[in-house]
């Protein structure tokens, strides 16, 4: 496969801004398919909380990675990145462009840069670590690792316990620090990927979102909910719009106050997605409302190049 040939276009930006639809747009134009790298959507349970693609946009172009796994099948970032570069392998013999689409920074990253790569430690340390937590509190874990890896210490999300232990594990356990491991022999790509990005003024970014939760409850969300009550220990449910309702069913809140709840940490969830899809400098920045043949354009620019 001739990479000089090969193209992913990336469509990002906050939830709710209208990355579905664009994607099918661009699908539709360059008649190729799309890839999503939505880590809520894969679940087939989860279809009206996590604001899926429907039936009829399902119908306008051909999606992979949309409810093909349950909320019981464990599934990771790695995983993801080890089947959507396969996928992708596939879809670029017949295609010189694929969309891929989706909110989760993590995963986006994984396809298009590929991921960190760590040494095995031993399971002890987490262990050890994840005891010394309870016992000491993370303050203690923060100056420990501030100690072995100050570069680690001033870039994660020190206010994490798992993004502390994580790195703590890996300075223990490999006697190197954990951030000289980072952006280090990641897999190359065989494409080339052009990041379009979509955004908005912050009001119209979280009337958006509010707009969104009330049409989820008049869809049925409520309902699908309560089916997934018995199964709400599972990471996948550990999310907005599902953790929320499950505390009212328990009594703790009212429906009211649930919803404020879903707003509220959907609206936390899209400031986190701006602040990680701003840190790429090579993504081209659109208003929700631009015109689609100004991004073909722009793309089709980039492709020339």
């Not at 939505?38 to 279809?47: H, I, L, P, T, V």
Request: proline share 2%.
């Amino acid at each position: 496969m001739n990479s000089k040939n090969k193209y992913l276009i990336s469509i990002v930006g906050p939830t709710a801004i209208g990355k579905t639809s664009l994607s099918i747009k661009l699908a539709q134009h360059f008649n190729t398919e799309i890839l999503s790298a939505d880590s809520r959507q894969f679940y087939k349970e989860m279809q009206i909380g996590t604001a899926a693609p429907t039936v009829e946009e399902l119908l306008e172009a051909k999606h992979h990675f949309i409810h093909h796994k349950s909320i019981e099948d464990p599934y990771n970032v790695g995983t993801f990145e080890k089947e959507a570069i396969a996928t992708l392998d596939t879809l670029f013999k017949a295609h010189d462009i694929v969309i891929m689409v989706g909110g989760s920074g993590l995963y986006v990253d994984a396809v298009s840069k590929g991921l960190d790569y760590f040494p095995e430690v031993d399971k002890s340390i987490r262990a050890r670590l994840n005891l010394e937590l309870v016992e000491n509190g993370l303050e203690t874990l923060q100056l420990q690792l501030k100690t072995l890896d100050i570069e680690a210490y001033s870039t994660i999300a020190i206010e994490n316990p798992q993004r502390v232990i994580r790195a703590l594990e890996i300075c223990i356990g490999s006697g190197k620090p954990y951030s000289s491991f980072l952006n280090k022999d990641k897999n190359k790509r065989n494409f080339k990927t052009i990041t379009i990005g979509l955004t908005a003024e912050r009001d119209i970014i979280y009337n958006r979102i509010n707009k969104r939760v009330d049409i989820m409850l008049t869809e049925g969300q409520l309902e699908e909910a309560q089916s997934l009550v018995d199964k709400q220990h599972l990471n996948a449910l550990n999310t907005v719009g599902y953790k929320e309702l499950f505390n009212y069913f328990k009594g703790e809140w009212t429906l009211g106050f649930a919803m404020e709840e879903m707003k509220k940490n959907s609206r936390r969830f899209a400031k986190r997605q701006l602040t990680w899809f701003k840190r790429n400098k090579e993504t081209y920045w659109f208003d929700y409302l631009a015109d689609i043949n100004s991004i073909i354009e722009t793309i089709e620019k980039q492709k020339s190049l």
